[in-house]
Each structure stands twice: as C-alpha cells, then as structure tokens.
C-alpha cells in the first residue's frame, strides 16, 4: 500500500522568502502525485500534480513541485511567498494499483510572518 | 463551476444519535470518497464508492457506513455516534486517477 509522509507539521517564512515543502512518499511504481491547499475554513483545492512526463511541474499561484523517483519526493516550492499562502499543504499520492483511491499526508501548516 | 456540496458545515450530535452526512456532487464522477481530517494525522478515508451501490473500505471504516443510491450523492452514516467521532469530514468526488479529486467545504462535525 502507499504511504505518504510530510515531515514538517508547521512551518514559518517571512513574506517575499523562499519556499519549500517537502514531501515523500513510498510506492513501489510511479504514482500520480499532487499537492493541495486548504486555506482556513475552506476545501482543498488542487495546486498542481505529476503523473509522467517533465519530473518539474507548474502549478497554480505561483508554485511548483519537482518529482525525484531517487529520493521518493515530490517537494513544493515558491521562490516568493506572499501572506495570502498561509494555509494548510497536503501531499497525496495515488497508485495505479489502488484505482482511484488517494492516500494523503499529515499536512504541513504555514504561517507567513510580514 | 464544478461544485460538491455537503448538507452541513456544523453539527452538534449527542452520543448514541444516528448521524447522516450527505454530499452531493455535480460533475457525473464515478467516484466519490469520505475522508476524516484531524489534527497532525491529515485526510483519512473512511469509504469510498466507485459506482452507484458500490462502495469499498477505506484506512477508518470502523463505526461508520455509506450509501450511494444515485450517482451525484453519497452519503456517511455514523450508526452510534461517539465522542472520538468528533472530527471535520470532508466528501470528494473525482473521475480517474490521474484527475484531480475535488472536495466540498466540510462537515465540522461535535458529539457531546
């Protein structure tokens, strides 16, 4: 079965700093990878997802993730952070062999100091 | 604008009640999921549907059931609610597994 770790609960960035989530997952294939955000009082909305092709993918609001079948990672970043991304991050992973069923990470909280 | 909506964003249900969560969802997706989301443990399944009638287990299905009698609802059916049943349960529906799974807002659901 696959599994999917987020191994920072919370994090903190000053606004206009860099970012990166991290994330890694454990299957034995390539899985479908995606990063959603959930802001406060909202659902989750998906920020981009990798499923073959260019291991670096673009995504909505300025973020992007780089899949490493080495490291079995599919980190986030932003090269700029705005105070506006302050929400919940959840990694999840979907195996071929599960069909349609996605597993998901604990969440990364951030906070974006002014 | 796709959308999945469940009933209710609160609720207050005393130990012992008979509690129905439902979603319902506007897109024609085969599938749909119920996912309980905690503190520092993230989104947990609890069941999903891949059809109408058809349902499977997920990680959490203990104490809980579902129904899925047409397409666009599924519902989640607490038998006896208890206070470790306290928790935000979100619905989502999505069409294949390279696509993206889309979520309705959350049931924040209180058992006292």
């Known amino acids: 079965a696959q599994s999917v770790t987020q191994p920072d609960i919370h994090i903190t960035v000053s606004e206009g700093a860099s970012l990166e989530l991290r994330c890694n997952y454990s299957?034995?294939?390539?899985?479908?990878l995606f990063w959603y955000v959930q802001s406060p009082g909202q659902g989750l909305q998906l920020l981009l997802k990798?499923?073959?092709?260019?291991?670096l993918v673009q995504g909505i609001k300025g973020f992007e993730a780089e899949f490493k079948r080495s490291q079995s990672s599919f980190n986030l970043r932003k090269p700029s952070v705005h105070w506006s991304d302050a929400a919940e991050y959840f990694c999840?992973?979907?195996?071929?062999?599960?069909?349609?069923?996605?597993?998901f990470g604990g969440g990364t909280r951030l906070m974006v100091k002014p | 604008d796709v959308k999945v909506t469940q009933s209710s964003r609160y609720l207050v249900k005393r130990t012992g009640e008979k509690v129905f969560l439902e979603c319902v969802q506007d897109?024609?997706?085969?599938?749909m999921f119920w996912y309980r989301q905690d503190p520092g443990l993230g989104l947990r399944l609890i069941y999903f549907?891949?059809?109408?009638?058809?349902?499977e287990k997920g990680d959490i299905p203990e104490g809980y059931s579902v129904s899925r009698e047409k397409k666009e609802r599924f519902s989640l059916i607490l038998e006896s609610a208890s206070t470790n049943q306290t928790s935000m349960y979100l619905c989502?529906?999505?069409?294949?597994?390279?696509?993206?799974?889309?979520f309705g807002q959350g049931t924040r659901l209180t058992v006292v």
């Open positions: 989502a529906s999505r069409e294949g597994p390279i696509l993206e799974a889309f």
């Open positions: 299957y034995g294939a390539t899985p479908y």
């Open positions: 990798y499923f073959s092709g260019d291991t």
């Open positions: 999840a992973v979907g195996a071929p062999s599960a069909g349609n069923m996605l597993t």
């Open positions: 897109m024609d997706h085969e599938n």
């Open positions: 549907s891949y059809d109408v009638k058809m349902k």
